[in-house]
């Protein structure tokens, strides 16, 4: 592609298409795997933004689910026996390492281990 044409495709692309392709770039940079790639039942270090963070209990015992965006799409992270995790926050960039499974047709990691990425990398 001319750098005419890569310009062009970028100023067509919208401001969230420009953001998704940067994210995949950045995990893909690092070695991570694209949430699109997530096999079920396999283990996977992810990168991406959170997009939110809610407090979902599992049956009586507490539960934080975040949603992940890589770019490529969605993963959720569930944190079991916890109602509030420091630094897991919206808009927050971080790298998660775990087994992917499927629920319901949408890849999950219960419990993963995690990195928070700093304010720079974001």
Known sequence: MSTKQGFLSRL?????????????????????????????????TVQGRLRSVTLRPVGKAPAVEAELWDGSGRLTLLFLGRRRIPGIT??????????????DGSAVMVNPRYELLPASAE
Do not use: F, M, N, W
């Not at 919208?14 to 039942?41: F, I, M, P």
């Not at 919206?90 to 629920?103: E, K, Y």
């Open 12 to 44: 067509l692309k919208s401001q969230t298409d420009l953001d998704a392709d940067r994210l995949q770039t950045e995990a893909e940079d690092k070695g991570a795997t694209l949430v699109k790639d997530c096999q079920g039942g396999c283990v996977s």
């Open 90 to 103: 919206p808009g927050r960039s971080i790298v998660v390492h775990g087994r992917a499974i499927l629920r």
